[in-house]
């Protein structure tokens, strides 16, 4: 949900700004952000699938943790090596961290 209110602020504000503001914040659907999720344009910043990383859901959400913690003066940090992905198959797959090729 967090996440979720962060993207969808990010997503008004960019439709909402000038046009000139809109390529240098989009490239290839994504909205480019710093490690910190800022977006080029100020005080504005994109969590979750709109932005780089794995399109997953704890992803965003910490993502969108983050933003609030710097947001409040705090120092925020996601661990983009250290999220678990899962596959729904049966027997269901999951794994986290580097791969050896990595
Ligand atoms: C079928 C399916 C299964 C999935 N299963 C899993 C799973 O098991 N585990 C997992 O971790 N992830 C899963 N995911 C991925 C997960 O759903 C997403 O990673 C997650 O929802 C991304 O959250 P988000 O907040 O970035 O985007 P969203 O959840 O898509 O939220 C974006 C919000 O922004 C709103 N919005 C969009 N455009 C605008 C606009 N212009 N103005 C205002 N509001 C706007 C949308 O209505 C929406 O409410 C699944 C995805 C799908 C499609």
Redesign the pocket.
């Known amino acids: 949900m967090i996440?979720?209110s962060?993207?969808?602020a990010a997503?008004?504000t960019l439709?909402t700004s000038a046009p000139k503001c809109r390529p240098q914040a989009r490239r290839q659907g994504f909205i480019d952000v710093d490690k910190n999720c800022r977006t080029g344009l100020p005080r504005v910043y994109a969590?979750?699938?709109?932005v780089r990383g794995p399109?997953?859901?704890?992803?965003?959400?910490d993502e969108?943790v983050m933003v609030a913690e710097i947001i409040a003066g705090q120092h925020g940090h996601v661990n983009y090596d250290a999220i678990p992905w899962?596959i729904?198959t049966a027997p269901e797959i999951a794994w986290v961290g580097k791969t050896s090729n990595s």
């Open positions: 996440g979720s962060f993207q969808s997503c008004r439709q969590v979750g699938d709109v399109m997953l859901a704890h992803k965003g959400e969108g899962v729904y």
